[in-house]
């Protein structure tokens, strides 16, 4: 039997006992559409960071904090009186080293820096717009390459030498504007308490309205000036020392930098006793996270598919059991135990793939569908994010696996009939 | 005396082990020629199948020896076997072994594409095969359809199509009226006749055997008696013995294809 009538045949057999093959088409089907949608969820979720990250830009910048001495050994650490230390607002931190002038020296000397900048961070009392309500908000740290998502208005220009600033979307209403674009160009005065307990304001321009994103969404971005003029005033009464100390640096490398070449950067930093974590990195945890949910999600679909391989095997046992004298009288008239074979897996593998092929096409329309509903309810709060997304080789690779799954289960029936011996099966009633 | 076609020197049969043991055939020597026809009689259980089953490379003999053409027929395997039983062979069993859902036609080809004949090719010698034994027009009815007498006859048209040199026939007409099982018979002796084809037919029915150029009786697992038609063989002489090499070339030979 050549291969093409091989093929047919098999189909042909499936076909033959429609009922028994619809239910175990069924059951891979269920795998199958769970395994789409999962994985398209897998897909979507992952799609939105990669564009939400690739939006922010900053792919050649480092955040670098200086490693703590307890990292390396868990017991408790021996005081010194020459390190200082930064109290910082980082809920999971707590106290971290501080970054000196001597260790932007150390960093800048480091191969492969190109510029290193201190992290200012700044903490403001409130926002306020012509005289209205006084709000509480967050001052980003807008990492210097960063791109906002913007609604409306322009990115705060890091070189003007005048006050910037960009709000999110979500003050706009509040602080007294009329819509997104009305806020552009107005003045926000911004509150500012010193070391010393006294309080000032500072004016800035609105030159941006910033969209809700995964980050930076609900923080307040002034440009460089700004920035500089808050930390400053900030600073007042600190001694010299305290003001110049940071949080964290940050560190331009060669944009065109290798996965490899930051590697290596990094481990430069961590010998001269730094930590260098690039946005992709703190955004790259989100992902593992997701990963590792979608992977369990994804086992619950596989195990659905190992079930419904039972089917397969159960199915063609029947099928074999019912097809007895067929097979001896093929047999008899020279077919071969390999064709034999061949004809039931061939058979299963078809079963697996009509399965997995209704479950992808059901897949992808119903997750079209969950798109088009959540993007208008539950998830309207993100633009941009579009819950269950594909891709053509993963889909490939599911249809592949449970065609897969099927050939194994196929095995076992196709060895049974295989092994048949033509006399016992001709005479079987 | 020409090498016979076919030989089963001293063949037993012992089916199961230990005390279940049974010895179905107890030392069976029998030659056939090329050409000749052949009917092994016995009552039921005497064995008749399991000859016919190691004669036609189907099982092999616990002791003995099952010669193709002069060659101890245990030397064949894998695929050596499975051609000569597609293409030497054809078989006709008490039972149909039709596909029930598959067309006559389909049904009637299947040692064609077991062969890897393609379609069209099949489709001819099928159409070919079908319209020797008159059911040309039932090619695309459902196997199941068709009567007792017409499926008899789509067998033999299976049996037929791979042109094969030697056809086994287990109680052809054991399934079938009198009248139905005489037009069968005469199919199959007229083929023998007219194109050479060897003819081994299993029966418990006197008269079909009678029929046969020669006959072999079995009883408990032996050959009991041996008897030759002497019309048969007067007619066979020419045919069978004379002319046993020559057939396959002569131009009736190839009609049956
Ligand atoms: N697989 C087997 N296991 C055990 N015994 C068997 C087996 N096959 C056949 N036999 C026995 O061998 C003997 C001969 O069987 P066989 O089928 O050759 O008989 P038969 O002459 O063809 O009879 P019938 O005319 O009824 O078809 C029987 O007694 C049968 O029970
Ligand atoms: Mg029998």
Redesign the pocket.
């Known amino acids: 039997m050549n291969g093409f009538d091989l093929i047919r045949s098999a189909i042909g057999n499936s076909l033959r006992s429609k009922t028994r093959t619809v239910l175990t088409v069924i059951a891979i089907f269920i795998g199958a559409f769970t395994l789409t949608l999962t994985s398209g969820v897998g897909t979507g979720i992952n799609d939105y960071i990669d564009s939400t990250l690739s939006s922010i830009g900053a792919s050649d910048v480092m955040s670098v904090t200086k490693t703590p001495a307890d990292a390396q050994n868990d017991g408790p650490v021996e005081y010194d009186p020459d390190s200082s230390t930064v109290e910082s607002d980082r809920p999971a931190g707590g106290d971290i080293e501080a970054i000196t002038s001597t260790d932007l020296d150390t960093l800048a000397a480091v191969p492969g820096v190109l510029s290193v900048e201190p992290a200012v961070s700044v903490r403001a009392d409130f926002v306020q717009y012509d005289g209205g309500t006084r709000y509480q908000s967050a001052i980003g740290e807008l990492v210097p390459g960063m791109s906002l998502e913007l609604a409306a208005g322009e990115q705060p220009d890091a070189s003007a030498s005048d006050d910037q600033i960009a709000i999110p979307q979500s003050f706009v209403e509040p602080l007294g504007f009329a819509d997104d674009a009305d806020a552009i160009g107005k003045t926000l005065t911004i509150g500012i308490t010193d070391a010393q307990g006294t309080q000032s304001t500072i004016d800035a321009t609105i030159v941006g309205v910033s969209e809700p994103g995964l980050v930076g969404g609900t923080s307040a971005a002034p440009n460089t000036a700004l920035l500089d003029a808050l930390h400053q005033t900030q600073s007042v009464g600190l001694t010299e020392k305290a003001a110049q100390t940071y949080a964290s640096a940050t560190v331009r490398f060669d944009p065109d930098a290798t996965d490899a070449q930051i590697a290596t950067l990094k481990a430069d930093l961590k010998a001269a006793g730094y930590d260098g974590v690039t946005v992709e990195d703190q955004i790259g945890s989100f992902k593992t996270v997701i990963d590792a949910i979608i992977l369990v999600l994804n086992g619950f679909a596989v195990i659905a598919l190992l079930a419904a391989g039972f089917g397969i095997v159960n199915t063609l046992l029947m099928s074999v059991q019912e097809r007895t004298r067929e097979i001896g009288l093929m047999k008899a008239m020279g077919m071969s135990g390999g064709r034999v074979f061949g004809l039931f897996t061939i058979e299963a593998v078809f079963i697996g793939f009509l399965g997995s092929a209704i479950g992808v096409v059901i897949g992808m329309l119903a997750g079209t569908l969950a798109n088009s509903v959540l993007s208008g309810g539950l998830l309207s709060a993100l633009p941009g994010l579009s819950l269950v997304a594909f891709d053509p080789v993963s889909l490939g690779v599911i249809v592949l696996t449970v065609m897969g799954i099927a050939f194994l289960a196929g095995t076992i029936p196709a060895l049974r009939a295989a092994r048949q011996d033509p006399i ?1 099966s001709l ?1 079987y009633e | 005396m020409p090498v016979p076609i076919l030989a089963a020197r001293d063949v037993r049969k012992s ?2 082990r230990g005390p279940t043991r ?1 010895d ?1 055939l107890k030392g069976v020597s029998l030659d056939i020629v090329e050409g000749e026809s052949i009917a092994i009689v ?10 016919m089953h190691l004669l036609a490379l189907l099982d092999q003999p616990s002791s003995g020896v099952v010669e193709l053409n002069g060659r101890d027929a245990a030397g064949l395997r894998g695929s050596n076997l499975n051609t000569t039983r597609n293409q030497t062979f054809g078989f006709v069993f008490q039972q149909f072994f039709l596909t029930p859902g598959a067309s006559v036609l389909d049904n009637v080809t299947l040692p064609l594409k077991i062969a890897g004949v393609r379609g069209a090719e099949r489709r001819r010698r099928g159409m070919a095969a079908l319209a020797q034994l008159e059911l040309a027009d039932k090619a695309k009815n459902k196997a199941t359809d068709l009567s007792g007498g017409q499926k008899q006859r789509v067998v033999i048209a299976r049996a037929l199509v791979n042109d094969p040199s030697v056809i086994f026939a287990d ?1 052809p007409t054991g399934n079938l009226d009198t009248a139905t099982g005489a037009v069968v018979e005469d199919i199959l002796f007229d083929l023998n006749r007219s194109t050479g084809i060897t003819l081994i037919i ?1 029966t ?1 029915d006197e008269e079909l055997a009678a029929r046969c150029d020669r006959r072999v009786y ?1 009883r408990d697992g032996l050959v009991v008696d041996e008897a030759t038609s002497a019309h048969h063989d007067a007619h066979r002489g020419h045919g069978a013995h004379a002319g046993a090499a020559e057939q396959p070339a002569d131009g009736d030979g190839e009609v049956a294809a």
């Open positions: 016992t005479r | 089916y199961g049974f179905a016995g009552k039921s259980g005497s064995g008749k199948s399991t000859l109680e299993v418990h079995i």
